[in-house]
């Protein structure tokens, strides 16, 4: 029997799909192509997936997660949720997961906000992982009467030093024509493939000056791509847009969970599309051939290179947490569908441990934590707080899992540093609120600069106490709602959303929790070493926190321990960094290789001191003042 | 408009075919599967491809190549005429080229016939290409949690010294499911790739003991495969077969000019397909499953290896004769079709010029001419003849255009060394004809150790004087026919084709032209290093002939230097025998590529003294008798 087929119509996008009868209205906004917030992947646990029914009949699992007057408004949590017949639904602003850019289109703030905050390091040697060499063979005589391959070979190694070269039956079929066509004119284009140099591709005559790579960021919630010119090491564009396969799970487990269940196929395919439209976007706006892309690097955590690669990441979320591969071998993007010229080779950056991925070596090699003497501290707050800690001597890392709270998830507000959110609070102070937004719009949501913000400014204006409890008698902004304590930080009337935007009990309480988590494992991290906090001698905050990050603010919370400010610096986002660092350096990328040698992975969950330093972490700034002795002095 | 059709029927086969109207009976003969010789490759020159009309009207160009008896019988060129409706065709014997097995099965003497005379030898190390290694890895642990690709590269590098190792997606992906459902115990297949070595499979469980691999020799009229148990080195079984690229010319120049002319497409098509035959035939009659063979090692001249690998050959013909590559590396066998273990390796043994191919690579490592100290020379006897000269301080190599005639090419009864091949002729004296054939069967044509010994018979005999000119008054055996000499070897009454076994005028001229090639390239070779001929220390004679080679016959016929027959070894299809030293050792490979390197190529056809010697070299033995002192005082 056929099942019956439904037409679900998406406002305000206008958008329309039809689907079987027992589709989830998530599913079906999927295949509309209409992005739904959603951090559980599905499971009706999150209730990010809010949606309201227009018209139609639908059929809803029970929950717990909307109040009885959402319900009688029309609410329903998407995923829980399927049509009895067509249906039509608005998507909320808040449940709009942003499929658009992350920020306005040339907005020079937006380019900014892409960019990494660190100066770029120059110690390595300027000598992209693919390039291109013009070439000049000498006429061929019975004397001189090498082999076309080889005579190549030979032209090149006048070139450059390379020992071992190889060449796929590809390039060696057309060799001959291509040889007498150009009278021995040629530009190949040569790749690092491990410790063999592969000849990808050869062209008729001088080609050199069109160049062109791509340093990509893959991260769980956000992927971001540089374009580079690889004949002048120059960054010409950046884009960013959502990691579209939360639809499959927001966090990490989730998605390997799902891969687990269906098969990797889906995931693999959802974050390949993101970097196909981002590479589209990159060369349509800069009027660049797709073949003349080579090459791209990306970095990621651990589960991101799995999936985009389409590795089984199933053990990864199980002790003792074995990856399939740390340090997977350069492929050509084709094998996993990334559309860059068809011979292209693809790159990632080798990954520490289950839990400690590429993204953080390229974090290491952007900041040279492996090259200073000094004491230095990494703190990569992303979907996870990852938390390096050495100097050339050693180094040990490990991983907080923080969740997602300063990347907006599971805050009911928050968002991701796009057009609209509120990534700067400057006082809460009844009658003084001042907080500006990226664009400077109307607000919609708020960024994890705002968040750190945020909660440090509730602390300073007494709104919460130490132990990050709501007090209605401080502020006329507290007001119960549904049963639960919530602050409003802009009255409806002020947003772009219909509604106000509050920080809920449940919003700060897992502010807390990811603030606590990070800072206990930075905590236990020194301690392992026999170090004491204030020991560290430079501390390196990273993240896509956008153009800003308030260090005061984000120690006041007790996010980051209690050194003097001008040890604390911003850096912005250092995976994409160590990315390109690899893309226009091959020294850069074995170094990424001894990095991982060189690293001592520290297992956060089996400590059993962590959860007694997370529990004591969960004040502000800390149970412990002792911890935070500048701090203590203020309180 | 559509392409009117015609039936062409083939007998004694009945094989049928439809074809286009304008379709030449050779190429029908192509697409019906009947294998019809043809030396020029359908230019209407060599005269081989006859048919007998036998119903139904045709359109032919006219020839000089046909008697007017011949063609008053029905006799055509196939290449030279097409139907002008349906058909009914004979291919008579002398036209059917053989598709089915050179030697019968089952017989030892096809199983010998296949085998090198040489004794192997044993100076490399057993260390196969490809081979299979069972492991168990340790439970993996919070102190051990290095990655699964980490944890199987160190469990084989715990059993094989191997510094640079690879893996492909394929392999990775499977590598966590395949270590826990088999707990640790697996069995990787590892192959050289150069400087690297790959994994190439990993499988659950201990299967080391299926593993097998294949060399091949790719001759360009013969295509010869052993299949080899890569545990214990020993040859299981041996195939043979026609290499089926000879419908598109007998000779190497011809398939050059095809493959530019219609790409190479089909020239490949046709040699793999011959290759996975005598794989599927030779898997099946030893219950050998297809994916426990991992590798084949193919050694060919070097346009074969350009045809079967898809690579362009036409500068070859071309001065200075540049071939693609002399080096192919080894690629995946499914690359260009070849069906084995889908991830199984093909390696190629190198080339040492144009003209000089991996065949004779494998002739030097398998006679070792590059490990001794005395003066040593290598003729081998194939499609063209290929000399070297040398010891472990130097060699250089020529190759000599010989054609075809030793292989039975471009001789009138001449055929390959399968059953009915006159292989031995004892004596030719009147009255006391003496001959032998292969598995003892009537014969049907003569092969080429028989064609040397009729040739030296002939001349003892008194049949042919010293400038092979026949002479009709010295044998009732002599006859005139369509204006023509030819001496009778066999009545018709013996053969099994209806007709008395004959050698022509021009088969014996042909004969010399062979002879006289590779004796001056031989002695050119010898000059070129301000040697004389008598200095040579020893002399191996290599070739397909089958299980004999008469060495005092062919130096009657002066087809090899004068020297003490004790120094002269007859060892049969070195460059099987290369193949499979190098598919058992990575060492024999290696040394393939330094022998490449060490040898230099000597170029006959600009030698301006070349001519001269091949003239001088046209009597029998030679017009220089000083050159053959031994046979001077019996003359």
């Not at 000094?374 to 100097?391: A, H, K, Q, Y």
């Not at 796009?418 to 919609?444: C, M, N, Q, R």
């Not at 204030?534 to 980051?560: M, P, R, T």
């Amino acid at each position: 029997m056929e099942k019956k087929k439904v037409r679900v119509t998406f406002q305000p996008s206008g958008k329309r799909v039809k689907v079987d009868k027992d589709t989830t209205l998530l599913e079906a906004g999927t295949q509309a192509g209409v992005y739904i917030s959603s951090i559980c992947g599905g499971d009706g646990i999150c209730g990010k997936c809010r949606l309201i029914i227009k018209k139609g009949n639908i059929k809803a699992n029970p929950t717990t997660l909307l109040s009885r007057e959402e319900i009688r408004k029309g609410y329903v949590l998407a995923c829980q949720t399927t049509a009895e017949g067509d249906l039509e639904v608005e998507v909320p602003a808040e449940s709009r997961a942003e499929k658009e850019k992350i920020l306005v289109d040339k907005d020079a703030q937006r380019f900014r906000a892409l960019y990494p905050q660190a100066e770029e390091k120059t110690f390595f040697k300027y000598d992209p992982l693919v390039q291109k060499l013009y070439l000049e063979l000498p006429k061929t005589t019975l004397q001189d009467n090498l082999a076309d391959h080889l005579r190549f070979y030979r032209e090149i190694r006048r070139k450059r030093k390379i020992p071992i070269m190889q060449s796929g039956l590809k390039v060696l079929r057309i060799l001959p024509k291509i040889l007498r066509e150009s009278k021995g004119k040629v530009t190949a284009t040569i790749g690092i493939r491990g410790e063999t140099t592969e000849v990808i591709q050869i062209e008729k005559g001088d080609t050199t000056e069109e160049s062109y790579g791509l340093a990509v960021d893959v991260g769980t919630c956000t992927v971001v791509a540089h374009l580079v010119n690889l004949n002048n090491s120059e960054t010409i564009d950046a884009e960013a847009t959502y990691n579209s396969q939360r639809v499959y799970g927001e966090e990490v487990t989730r998605r390997i969970i799902y891969a687990e269940l269906k098969g990797p196929d889906k995931l693999r395919e959802a974050i390949v599309n993101d970097i196909n439209n981002l590479i589209s976007t990159l060369i349509s706006r800069n009027k660049i051939k797709l073949n003349d892309v080579m090459t791209l690097v990306c970095a990621g955590n651990t589960t991101m290179v799995h999936l985009l690669l389409g590795l089984d990441p199933s053990q990864i979320r199980r002790e003792p947490y074995i990856p399939a591969c740390t340090s997977p071998p350069p492929i050509r993007a084709a094998e996993v569908g990334i559309k860059i010229n068809p011979r292209g080779l693809l790159y990632t950056l080798p990954s520490i441990s289950g839990w400690v991925g590429g993204d953080i070596t390229a974090g290491i090699l952007a900041t040279g934590i492996n090259e200073v003497k000094s004491l230095t501290m990494l703190i990569d707050i992303g979907t996870n707080g990852e938390i390096v800690l050495g100097s050339k001597e050693w180094m040990v890392c490990c991983a907080a899992s923080a969740g997602p709270a300063f990347e907006g998830s599971g805050v009911k507000h928050g968002m991701r540093a796009a057009a609209g959110a509120i990534e700067k609070v400057e006082t809460l102070a009844d009658g003084k609120v001042k907080y500006s937004t990226i664009g400077g719009v109307k607000p919609k949501g708020i960024c994890g600069s705002g968040l750190i913000d945020v909660m440090a400014e509730l602390f300073k204006a007494g709104f919460i106490n130490r132990s990050a409890k709501l007090s209605p008698e401080a502020s006329s902004r507290i007001r119960e709602k549904n049963g639960e304590l919530e602050f409003i930080l802009v009255p409806a009337s002020e947003t772009q959303i219909g509604e106000a935007i509050v920080l809920t009990r449940a919003d700060i309480e897992n502010l807390i929790r990811a603030k606590a988590a990070i800072f206990a494992g930075a905590d236990i991290l020194v301690k392992s070493m026999d170090l004491e906090l204030e020991e560290i001698e430079q501390l390196y905050l990273a993240g896509g926190f956008g153009n800003y990050l308030n260090k005061e603010k984000a120690l006041v919370l007790g996010l980051i321990p209690d050194i003097s400010p001008d040890k604390v610096q911003f850096v912005g986002n250092t995976s994409i960094m160590g990315a390109k660092m690899a893309l226009l350096s091959r020294e850069a990328l074995e170094r990424s290789y001894e990095i991982t040698k060189k690293i001592t992975y520290y297992d956060l969950i089996t400590n059993p001191g962590y959860m007694d330093e997370f529990i004591s972490a969960k004040f502000i700034p800390h149970t412990d003042l002792a911890k935070f002795p500048s701090l203590a002095k203020k309180l």
